[in-house]
């Protein structure tokens, strides 16, 4: 059982680039979440869904993109990176809104230059 | 708006020590209060609360939820060193896993 799977682990971009995170979870998990950590901030909620087909505007979403096609994998999509996405990104997933733990995947280090 | 708060920012105590974690939230539609350690890598699950007064205890941790109050308690016995991590309080609520800062305790040999 691979859990939450995040790829890339690390990643240097210029900035104006465009990427895309990847997450797939294997646990048909309905909720998942991307968060960002910088240091001093804990972790920031970027975008949820909480089903296939369902996306919604985090904390933070500026800049960002989330797509919902598959109940597995929650994609992240940078636009044009900037200096001020450089972060450690975590992909989340639970099997119901709060009514379990939520997972974490191993992280992405985002470096934009 | 939601919100997390952690109290203290950091902590420096010296192995043997017991210490408190304090997490207090304004979550609309709470759901529940979850716990994590982390150690420079992914967070770690310690516990998740949903209902008052019930404590969950793992070994020398333990916590407990107050509804009325709005805050949770993070307790640690005996600290080792390797106790030292960020402690996460997240809180399951208006559809959002809402994160505080965290609470980075440092624990003395």
């Known amino acids: 059982n691979a859990g939450v799977t995040q790829t890339p682990k690390f990643q240097v971009l210029k900035t104006g680039q465009s990427m895309t995170l990847q997450c797939a979870q294997d646990?048909?998990?309905?909720?998942m979440s991307w968060y960002r950590q910088d240091p001093g901030m804990g972790l920031r909620l970027i975008h949820y869904?909480?089903?296939?087909?369902?996306?919604d505007q985090g904390e933070v979403p500026n800049g960002y993109n989330v797509s919902r096609s598959t109940t597995e994998d929650f994609p992240l999509r940078l636009l044009s990176a900037a200096p001020s996405q450089t972060s450690v990104y975590f992909c989340?997933?639970?099997?119901?809104?709060?009514?379990?733990?939520?997972?974490f995947g191993q992280g992405t280090r985002l470096t934009v230059v | 708006e939601d919100k997390v708060v952690q109290s203290p920012l950091s902590l420096v105590v010296h192995e043997g020590d017991t210490v408190t974690l304090n997490c207090s939230y304004e979550?609309?539609?709470?759901?529940?209060l979850l716990w994590y350690k982390q150690e420079k890598k992914a967070p770690t699950f310690l516990f998740m609360l949903?209902?008052?007064?019930i404590e969950k205890k793992s070994g020398r941790l333990s916590s407990i939820l107050d509804k009325k109050e709005l805050f949770s308690i993070l307790n640690i016995t005996a600290t080792q060193t390797g106790d030292s991590a960020v402690y996460l309080c997240?809180?399951?609520?208006?559809?959002?896993?809402?994160f505080g800062t965290g609470t980075r305790l440092t624990i003395i040999p």
């Open positions: 989340a997933s639970s099997y119901s809104f709060g009514g379990t733990e939520a997972f």
């Open positions: 646990m048909n998990h309905e909720y």
């Open positions: 869904s909480v089903g296939a087909g369902i996306t």
């Open positions: 979550v609309t539609n709470f759901r529940s």
């Open positions: 949903t209902s008052s007064g």
């Open positions: 997240a809180v399951f609520g208006n559809e959002k896993l809402t």
